[in-house]
């Protein structure tokens, strides 16, 4: 797999092969297989320097996240409203 990644400061629609669509928010990273790096939609956005294209088995330009944080297990989400009528 590549990694793309939007170097603009606006969301970015990157046109795929066989007629899909990436959106990329400001400075968001996707992913695309490598054939794609030869569609002409995004050989343009790589020579206007609007996105930059990398291997995603690169650990250097890999970002570490810490753990995800789990979810409040058993209990109802608080939503502010009070509930009303027979029950």
Sequence with gaps: MKSIQNKTHRPLRIH????????????????????????PPIVKLVEAGEIEIFDAADPALSTKQGPIPSSRQGHPAVTGRHTTGDR
Aim: aromatic residues 0%; proline residues 12%; neutral net charge.
């Design 16 to 39: 795929l092969p066989q007629g899909k669509t990436m959106h990329l928010g400001p400075n968001q990273t996707g992913q695309i297989s490598p054939h794609a790096v030869d569609h």
